[in-house]
């Protein structure tokens, strides 16, 4: 679930989907789809204390 980005970085790999970390506040974290800029993709998961509890939106790519 959980790999690291070329620069060390952490992200969720969920299937062949990969998600970098977005905005946190306290145990909670938003991570968005790596295409979010190039592709426009709007898929998010969000997780608490590492656990993922919310997946929104579709690929679109």
């Not at 969720?12 to 989907?17: A, E, F, K, N, S």
Request: aromatic letters at 6%; hydrophobic letters at 35%.
């Amino acid at each position: 679930m959980f790999v690291a980005t070329n620069r060390g970085q952490r992200a969720i790999q969920l299937g062949r989907y990969r998600f970098t970390r977005g905005r946190c506040t306290g145990s909670k974290t938003v991570w968005r789809c790596v295409k979010q800029t190039t592709a426009g993709c709007k898929a998010m998961i969000t997780t608490v204390e590492n656990a993922i509890v919310k997946l929104t939106g579709e690929h679109t790519h």
